[in-house]
Nanobody
Framework: QVQLVESGGGLVQAGGSLRLSCAAS????????MGWFRQAPGKEREFVAG????????AYADSVKGRFTISRGTAKNTVYLQMNSLTPEDTAVYYC?????????????????WGQGTRVTVSS
């Protein structure tokens, strides 16, 4: 069984940074692409970033390009989301998810296991 646990959320001022972590259990985790999504209050969940199983390719939503960086830990069972230059528009619950299609694309139906989320609040 795959379990994903996010951490690292919190309250930060605009312009600040946070680093989210997603720890995964399960033997085959390292062979899958992973993604980060977020859901702001009153809005639908949206793709933020994705990374392939090898870590050689990543994808980002236009709204976070140049500010956020997704990466995998050396043991490949942890995925990170480094978030810089945060704005109040980044306030949301952030989720990591496993991409069973292994393509690191924004298509949410490609993701089968989800964490419980970690809340990020950016104050102005």
């Amino acid at each position: 069984q795959v379990q994903l646990v996010e951490s690292g959320g919190g309250l930060v001022q605009a312009g600040g940074s946070l680093r989210l972590s997603c720890a995964a259990s399960g033997r085959t985790f390292s062979t899958y692409a992973m993604g980060w999504f977020r859901q702001a209050p009153g809005k639908e969940r949206e793709f933020v970033a994705g990374i392939t199983s090898s870590g050689d390719r990543s994808a980002y939503a236009d709204s976070v390009k140049g500010r956020f960086t997704i990466s995998r830990g050396t043991a490949k069972n942890t995925v990170y989301l480094q978030m810089n230059s945060l704005t109040p528009e980044d306030t949301a619950v952030y989720y990591c998810a496993r991409d069973y299609m292994n393509r690191a694309l924004p298509t949410q139906s490609h993701y089968d296991y989800w964490g419980q989320g970690t809340r990020v609040t950016v104050s102005s």
